[in-house]
């Protein structure tokens, strides 16, 4: 009977030392955690640096006709006699949006994304009213694809 207590034993000191070495590999963070940053929706490429995104595009908010110079984008859309103005890089435009009758925040204006697809002919994006803190709840969606 000793025999088995002592195989009993055994298993116990081998068990927990398996135990203490997979928790001593953990990492351990002592930085207090970050607000999630938008994420671009699956499949959409890590560059597009070779994209045009000058042209009409048909959205679901109206008409679009950008203009881009450089990482600088605007435009205009048909809803509300809207205008778009902000930067692109790597597929991702990052601005603002407003609209008739103020063209001010709160009811009029805010933020938008838009994340490009490969084909570098329609993109998916959020808008919102005014302008959120990071990790903030988006308003609504806007898709486009790129007419010419």
């Not at 938008?38 to 595009?57: D, E, I, K, R, V």
């Not at 450089?70 to 597929?91: P, R």
């Not at 009758?101 to 994304?113: F, L, V």
């Amino acid at each position: 009977m000793s025999k088995l207590y002592i195989v009993a034993f055994v298993a116990f000191v081998l068990l927990f030392a398996g135990c203490a070495s997979q928790t001593s590999q953990k990492p351990v963070s002592t930085s207090s955690p970050q607000p999630a940053a938008p994420t671009a929706p699956a499949g959409t490429p890590a560059h597009l640096t070779n994209c045009g995104y000058s042209g009409t595009w048909n959205t679901d908010w109206g008409t679009m006709q950008l203009s881009q110079t450089g990482n600088k984008v605007s435009g205009t859309y048909t809803h509300d006699s809207g205008m778009i103005n902000g930067t692109i890089s790597d597929g991702v435009f990052v601005g603002r949006w407003s609209e008739s009758p103020s063209y001010a925040e709160p009811d009029d204006a805010g933020d938008a994304m838009f994340y490009f697809g490969k084909d570098c002919n329609s993109f998916s994006g959020n808008w919102r009213y005014g302008t959120g803190a990071a990790g903030a709840a988006w308003d609504g969606t806007w898709f486009g694809t790129k007419l010419s």
